[in-house]
């Protein structure tokens, strides 16, 4: 289907008040002399019972040879062709009639049927212009329902929900009330405007799970949701049809697109099936593979509940996007991991929340749950770890001011932000904030610029000490860059680590993220890193007894150690085979599930999703030692420098 568009409708619309007095006018019952012919109403009849039967007895009327009949019988045909969704077929019944019977009566009731037609895809101005002005007192009532419903819709969507508008919703339900098709849909469009819009099946939700009123076009799809629940899979592709017709601009009318596909394919489901998206060849082969041991690892370690179904997405987002399509409408997955490239998960999330499947992303970057409720987060999180270094930093030690130093891209400039939200949510200040070139190699003139030395000539011989009036310092950088840049710090004589210049000063902490969880930010980092901070998730030679039994059966298993990507994939994995197992094949039960499911004996401290479907983590607060990267102890536990001791010498 084409994209709706609304191009040019303004500018063919009347002004609300007119249009609804034209609407209104002339809207009693028709007269003998402009009822269709009694074999043609005798076929229509069928159509209560069997739409298929009157559709046959229809088009043998329309190639008949009672000349009398034959504009009739083309109008209705076509009409129970569009009622039925055949819109080719129904369009061509109409340009049939218009053009065999010019000066015929039911050539304006023609004319409207194309544009309702029309209306399904490309909602134009030309289009509304049609529906606003033909005549239709000849036109069968369903034709008429529809384009009060279209039009009362369009004055709605504009801001005019007038008390004439009000009655063009009610006159639409009365001339719908002969068929239960058009009845629903226009039920269905326009219930926020009718006083009593229930129905048989009009069960779709008017409140959120917040209890805030569902807009018109949300409760509709909420009612194709329903329809796709009950298997009733010829009103789901209904209803998206109306939606895209009524609300063609919408969200909504995108995601009902991607229902109706579920419906056109059968919707297969197969419980415990889940499918698994990783760029298993190229550039991140590596990672994907540790991804996929890891997972496959928690799958047998609880008993092999669930079938993953790998699939390559090439790291590509269209490779995802065609590979989630496939393991949903082909192979029946109720559930999603993966995928792992931000950009593959910026354009499957939309994909995944309008199929209504769950899907766990393994990305830390972005924001994958803003697509909707289908969507989670598996991964650390950026925000995550930035909460947890703000609660220690500021909660724990105290600490209230704060210099930043970033690199300048995606991550420093997201990792930057958050950081000062975190901060002045607990009253704290961001002092002074300088970012640097990350393909540079020497830093020291963002140093001198973090000490506010920039321009300063101090005489020949004396120090120039930073002017440093903040309690820390956050530098969100990997280890290898962030060991540069405290080198380039020190160098420009602020304290760090257990570096002190000649001048002396408190020492100034170094905040970071698991970036610096790496064995080599020891040796790398030398003084000026001692005892620098960062949080992170996992830590394999310290941990309780989860995390001891893990790294015992990851190395059996893979004659390596496990490092936090594959503990994070591992514990993901068991969260989602939990949710699985107690949702079966109903995506939407996995999803609640999903919400609920608590692990017991997590090894990256994952409890669960949270409200933000992001995993609930309890990190780690990690130091760098003088031998090794350890847990995060008061500084009373490390023993300071003694008194008079040199101080060490810059880089």
């Given at each position: 289907?084409?994209?709706p ?7 063919a619309?009347?002004p ?19 009822e ?11 159509a ?11 088009e043998?009327l ?10 009739w019988?083309?109008?209705w ?6 009622l ?34 029309d ?24 034709m008429?329902?529809?384009r009060?419903?279209v ?16 009655e063009?919703a ?36 008017a ?23 009950r298997?009733?899979?010829?009103q789901v ?12 601009d ?7 697109a ?29 990672a ?7 997972i ?35 192979k ?13 998960v910026?354009a ?53 001011t704060?210099?930043?130093l ?13 950081f ?8 704290g ?6 970012p640097y ?32 009036d ?20 020190a ?14 000063g ?26 620098a ?31 936090l ?18 949702g ?18 997590p ?49």
């Amino acid at each position: 289907m084409r994209r709706p568009t609304r191009g040019g409708a303004r500018s063919a619309r009347l002004p609300g008040l007119l249009l609804a007095g034209l609407l209104l006018t002339g809207a009693g019952r028709r007269g003998q002399q402009d009822e269709a012919p009694e074999p043609v109403t005798q076929a229509v009849a069928l159509a209560a019972e069997d739409r298929g039967a009157a559709i046959a007895a229809l088009e043998r009327l329309a190639g008949g040879e009672q000349a009398e009949l034959l504009p009739w019988a083309k109008v209705w045909a076509g009409e129970q062709r569009r009622l039925a969704g055949d819109l080719a077929v129904a369009r061509g019944w109409f340009e049939a009639a218009a053009l065999d019977h010019p000066t015929h009566p039911v050539k304006d009731a023609a004319v409207l049927g194309m544009a309702l037609v029309d209306a399904e895809g490309t909602l134009s101005g030309n289009t509304i212009a049609t529906i606003q002005l033909k005549d239709t007192e000849v036109a069968p009532d369903t034709m008429r329902a529809d384009r009060l419903r279209v039009l009362a819709r369009t004055a709605a969507n504009e801001g005019t929900p007038t008390r004439k508008v009000r009655e063009m919703a009610a006159q639409a339900l009365e001339l719908a009330s002969a068929d239960p098709v058009v009845a629903e849909r226009v039920r269905l469009v326009l219930a926020d405007l009718l006083a009593s819009p229930s129905g048989p099946r009009d069960d779709a939700p008017a409140v959120d799970a917040q209890g805030q009123a569902l807009s018109p076009p949300a409760r509709a799809l909420a009612g194709a949701r329903q329809a796709l629940a009950r298997r009733d899979f010829a009103q789901v592709e209904l209803q998206a049809r109306t939606i895209a017709s009524s609300w063609p601009d919408s969200p909504e009318a995108t995601q009902a697109a991607l229902l109706a596909r579920r419906a056109a394919a059968g919707d297969p489901t197969v419980a415990g099936r889940v499918g698994v998206l990783l760029p298993l060849t190229g550039e991140y082969a590596a990672a994907s593979a540790r991804i996929k041991d890891a997972i496959t690892l928690a799958n047998q370690q609880a008993g092999n509940p669930l079938e993953l179904v790998f699939v390559d997405t090439k790291a590509t987002a269209t490779t995802a996007v065609a590979e989630l399509e496939r393991l949903v409408l082909e192979k029946g997955c109720v559930a999603l991991v993966g995928p792992l490239h931000k950009d593959e998960v910026a354009a499957a999330a939309p994909i995944a929340q309008g199929l209504g499947v769950p899907m766990i992303t393994m990305t830390q970057s972005g924001d994958p749950t803003a697509a909707g409720e289908y969507v989670f987060g598996g991964f650390l999180s950026l925000q995550a770890q930035v909460e947890a270094l703000v609660a220690h930093a500021m909660d724990t030690l105290g600490l209230r001011t704060f210099g930043v130093l970033h690199p300048r891209n995606a991550y420093g400039d997201s990792a930057r932000d958050l950081f000062g939200s975190a901060v002045a949510r607990r009253g704290g200040t961001v002092v002074r904030i300088v970012p640097y070139d990350p393909n540079d190699k020497d830093y020291r003139d963002e140093a001198r610029l973090l000490g506010n030395k920039l321009g300063r000539r101090p005489e020949k011989g004396t120090a120039d000490p930073p002017n440093i009036d903040f309690d820390a310092i956050f530098l969100p950088d990997s280890f290898r860059r962030s060991t540069l840049v405290a080198s380039a710090l020190a160098y420009e004589e602020f304290p760090v680590g257990t570096f002190r210049p000649r001048f002396g000063g408190e020492g100034v902490p170094l905040l970071g993220l698991n970036g610096w969880n790496n064995p080599s930010v020891v040796e790398e980092g030398a003084d000026y890193m001692r005892g620098a901070m960062f949080v992170d998730a996992f830590l394999p030679d310290q941990g309780g007894p989860a995390v001891t039994a893990f790294v015992a059966t990851y190395q059996g298993s893979f004659d390596r150690e496990p490092v936090l990507l594959d503990a994070v994939a591992y514990d993901t994995a068991r969260v989602v085979a939990a949710a699985v197992m107690a949702g079966g094949e109903d995506r939407d039960e996995i999803r609640d599930q999903l919400g609920k499911v608590r692990l017991i004996d997590p090894v990256t401290g994952a409890r669960g999703f949270g409200e933000g479907r992001e995993i609930d983590r309890d990190l780690l607060v990690l130091r760098v030692g003088a031998e090794r990267i350890s847990l995060w102890r008061p500084p009373e536990a490390d023993a300071p420098p003694a008194p008079g001791a040199p101080p060490a010498s810059p880089p």
